[in-house]
């Protein structure tokens, strides 16, 4: 059974930092692309990073670039997100999802929570 | 990365038909025949309906189907159940990052 389970996510104070994991098991995890999407409360999905199955090449939204960094450790099945300079903005379920050109599964999110 | 356009509601009544558009540009909806759409209940994980424009996952029922037009993708739901309440996005590669569109939310009268 395909599973991701992501945690790390919690209540942070406007510029600081947080470290997203997500754990995948059930499925070859070194041979897809993985992304991040996120979904502020009420709101709609917005997309955020991808990284490809070796890491090496990475891309992020506009709105978290120079601030957030994808990567994976494909011994541990594991994909992280650091999250650094963290703003109001940023508070959203955090979703890590597998991709093989679409989205076809997804965990069921960590929210995280930027707030003095 | 501008989002998709979707309308922000739409609504039928059982056992009719409705349809969904996703409006985005030739740098990605009008690009690329990676169109995916999403449905999700309230607290619940996005589930994937259609990929590829037109196609659909084992399980998600023949009555979900999808098509593109130009710059314009759509969702298009026959046979309304009370189940297909939901709100429903679609979302395209776009080169290098991927977009998602705003969301509909499905009302079934």
């Known amino acids: 059974e395909v599973q991701l389970v992501e945690s790390g996510g919690g209540l942070v104070r406007p510029g600081g930092s947080l470290r997203l994991s997500c754990e995948a098991s059930?499925?070859?995890?070194?041979?897809?692309?993985m992304h991040w999407v996120r979904q502020a409360p009420g709101k709609g999905l917005v997309w955020v990073s991808r990284i490809n199955t070796d890491g090496s090449i990475t891309s992020y939204a506009d709105s978290v670039k120079g601030r957030f960094t994808i990567s994976r450790d494909n011994a541990k099945n594991t994909l992280y997100l650091q999250m650094n300079s963290l703003r109001a903005e940023d508070t959203a379920v955090y979703y890590c999802?597998?991709?093989?050109?679409?989205?076809?599964?997804w965990g069921r999110g960590t929210l995280v929570t930027v707030s003095s | 990365q501008s989002a998709l356009t979707q309308p922000r509601s739409v609504s039928g009544s059982p056992g009719q038909s409705v349809t969904i558009s996703c409006t985005g540009t030739s740098s990605d909806v009008g690009g690329y025949n990676y169109v995916s759409w999403y449905q999700q209940h309230p607290g619940k994980v996005p589930k994937l309906m259609i990929y590829d424009v037109t196609k659909r996952p084992t399980g998600v029922p023949d009555r979900f189907s999808g098509s593109k037009s130009g710059n314009t993708a759509s969702l298009t739901i026959s046979g309304l159940q009370a189940e297909d309440e939901a709100d429903y996005y679609c979302?395209?590669?776009?080169?290098?990052?991927?977009?998602f569109g705003g969301g509909t939310k499905l009302t079934v009268l």
């Open positions: 999802a597998r991709v093989y050109w679409n989205f076809d599964f």
């Open positions: 979302c395209s590669y776009a080169g290098s990052p991927w977009v």
């Open positions: 059930g499925f070859p995890f070194s041979t897809y692309w």
